[in-house]
């Protein structure tokens, strides 16, 4: 999935074929924020930038949407090599 579209990234949420890097789930706890806040941030979000890591050349995602509670915030993701939605980072603005 070289560039995969926001309707992917959902799918991969509703499907729970996503997993939580332990530094996104320190922001998670940082932020006050629970999985749910971070499930509806990319059902709810927009695809705001694609970047591509200079060491690695991996591409990464920025999704930007709304928590439960309405706060803006954004999650960066990328999809493994398995599939799977890597969760990089979490962060309400």
Known sequence: MANPTISQLRHLIRTLNYVVSTHAAEELEDDNLSILDLESI???GKISERQRDAQTRESKI???GVTLDGHH???VVKVGFTGKLIVITVYVL
């Open 42 to 44: 990319i059902l709810t």
């Open 62 to 64: 920025v999704v930007s």
């Open 73 to 75: 915030a954004q999650t």
